[in-house]
């Protein structure tokens, strides 16, 4: 059984910094694509980046280009979200999710096709 598990959300003030992790463990293959999703409240869920084990630049929304940053540990089955210059608007549940296989540029996004989701962290950016 395949688990994920997002942690580092906190409340902090704009401008400041922080860094989500999402820990994966179980069974699982090592060729996925990890994608970190956000849901504010009133507002859908949407894609926020993602990346391929298998290697290539990550994709990202336009609202966090520049900012955000997405790594793995592939030793420590560990995925990063590393969030800079952070604003109100980027106040959401963040989630990690993984499906088996690549993401690609015009479909990482669409939610359905994940195969295991984390619990969420809550990320709170104060004006």
């Known amino acids: 059984q395949v688990r994920l598990v997002e942690s580092g959300g906190a409340s902090v003030q704009a401008g400041e910094s922080l860094r989500l992790s999402c820990v994966v463990s179980?069974?699982?293959?090592?060729?996925?694509?990890m994608s970190w999703f956000r849901q504010a409240p009133g507002k859908a869920r949407e894609g926020v980046m993602s990346i391929n084990t298998s290697g290539g630049l990550p994709f990202v929304a336009e609202s966090v280009k520049g900012r955000f940053t997405i790594s793995q540990d592939t030793a420590e089955n560990t995925g990063y979200l590393q969030m800079n210059s952070l604003k109100p608007e980027d106040t959401a549940m963040y989630y990690c999710a993984i499906l088996y296989g690549n993401c690609g540029s015009t479909a990482w996004s669409r939610e359905e096709l994940y195969d295991y989701w984390g619990q969420g962290t809550q990320v709170t950016v104060s004006a």
């Open positions: 179980g069974y699982f293959y090592t060729q996925y694509c």
